[in-house]
């Protein structure tokens, strides 16, 4: 392996005989935990925080960061309003000196961890036996809320407080002066959910989701939304702070709001397509947000500004469970988007998920056996209908979204509760959870959509 070689080729550098080479050799570490825990011991005192801090960012983010952002990350301070200029490193290239050979930068400046090796040592219980390296040990939970936090501090800086950037010049200019900002925003969340339960994590949470860090807020969702710079002006002024902690799938958050939220409130439209806390919640399949928002009084028959309303979008999913539970709480069936006029049923069939149709298919019969039903025939009756759909519903495990099989191709005009960001499923080792990425094409019924970032 290269960090052996090279440990080697340092031992044997200065030696002049064969000799002196064996003895050399003979120092070399017992496999890649000791050749690590010694990289880990030459740590100066006083930089341990540092390079505790740089692998807890390489280890656990969820997509490669670059130098600039990772120097931009160290120079968090919880509490701070501000990124004290004299707290940071002098130079991004100090975190490679403090580094040495645990870290690695690519041709395209990309930090990351030498070898995935270094990651599965550090999470180790390898480096806890070892009392002079325990104190480098690193826990899932914890390093995904420390993260939470650093990236929910940094959205929270004064400078967001004066609210999204109003021309695509001064869009530019933030991105390029705060650069943690893209990776804060599409990655704050995905931390959050993947960390242990924290009530400082909470706290900076409902701080952008509070009235009075609505300009933060806003700043948040203007760069949520663009998925490229020159879409720097397609965030919906009306986002509400329940619509979006629905659709990223918070759920102490969803609770706290929900407690202080009026039924218009819990049913106004917070994306750019007019859709729902419900909406997003369905798309994203967060079986128990939308079982909170429906006792706290979603409707699940609101309509987004075209006409598509949560079975609509949770039938384009394919996710059973979502649907059962729309139907069991009174969802209409038969309800029609006001673009075309397909229903439900429609958006399963178009997007391949012919379970999902089935099951609309056999409530639709249950409730009016004449009616016709094949696809795109008209309804036989005027308006909606709704149906208390009676089957025994086993709620999963609250999961990750994934993003349907298959998408029709007029999907992206009509969808609801999904944003020009797109928020897809990745998987990290064992940890399988949301982030942003590119806005996709529209895809065909048999390909099945990348993550792409």
């Not at 490193?89 to 395209?108: A, E, F």
């Not at 219980?125 to 070892?130: G, L, S």
């Not at 008209?378 to 009676?390: D, V």
């Amino acid at each position: 392996m290269l960090i052996v070689s090279h440990a080697a080729s340092r031992l044997t550098l200065h030696c002049r005989t064969i000799r002196d080479i064996k003895k050399s050799l003979q120092k070399l570490p017992n496999g890649l935990d000791e050749t690590y825990g010694r990289s880990l011991l030459k740590v100066p005192p006083s930089d341990i925080p540092l390079i505790l801090k740089t692998l807890t960012w390489l280890a656990f983010s969820p997509v490669p960061i670059t130098l600039h952002e990772l120097w931009e990350a160290l120079a968090i301070e919880k509490g701070n309003a501000v990124i004290d200029d004299e707290s940071r490193l002098r130079s991004p290239q100090d975190i490679l000196v403090i580094g040495k050979s645990l870290i690695t930068v690519s041709t395209d400046g990309h930090v990351m961890l030498s070898h995935l090796s270094v990651r599965d040592y550090l999470v180790s219980a390898e480096i806890v036996e070892v009392p002079e390296t325990a104190k480098f040990s690193l826990r899932p939970g914890s390093s995904h809320q420390e993260l939470a936090q650093d990236c929910l501090t940094y959205l929270l800086l004064s400078p967001f407080s004066d609210g999204p950037s109003s021309t695509q010049k001064e869009y530019l200019s933030r991105l390029k002066q705060f650069p943690l900002l893209k990776y804060a925003t599409k990655y704050w969340f995905y931390h959050a959910r993947n960390a242990d339960y924290s009530e400082e994590t909470q706290e900076l949470a409902m701080r952008l989701f509070s009235k009075s860090g609505r300009q933060n807020f806003m700043s948040w969702v203007q760069v949520f939304n663009a998925d490229a710079s020159f879409k720097w002006d397609v965030y919906p002024r009306h986002a509400t702070s329940l619509y979006y902690a629905s659709s990223i799938g918070l759920d102490e958050v969803v609770e706290t709001l929900l407690q202080s939220a009026t039924p218009e409130m819990i049913n106004a439209p917070g994306s750019r397509f007019g859709g729902t806390a419900l909406h997003a919640a369905a798309i994203r399949e967060h079986i128990t947000i939308i079982k909170r928002l429906i006792l706290a009084g979603a409707e699940p028959g609101k309509q987004d500004f075209n006409g598509v309303s949560p079975l609509h979008s949770a039938a384009s999913q394919g996710s059973l469970d979502v649907v059962k539970v729309l139907l069991s709480n009174g969802a209409p069936i038969d309800v029609k988007d006001g673009m075309d006029g397909t229903t439900p049923l429609d958006w399963a069939r178009l997007s391949g998920h012919e379970d999902v149709a089935n099951l609309l298919l056999k409530v639709l019969e249950e409730c009016s056996p004449s009616r016709p039903s094949s696809l795109g025939s008209p309804s036989s009756t005027q308006g909606s209908r709704s149906t208390q759909f009676s089957h025994k519903i086993e709620e999963p495990q609250v999961g990750v979204w994934q993003p349907g099989v298959g998408f029709f191709p007029d999907y992206y005009e009509k969808r609801s509760g999904l944003e020009s960001s797109l928020v897809l499923s990745i998987s990290i080792g064992e940890e399988t959870s949301q982030v942003d990425g590119e806005f996709l094409q529209s895809l065909e019924k048999t390909e099945k959509p990348n993550p792409v970032w």
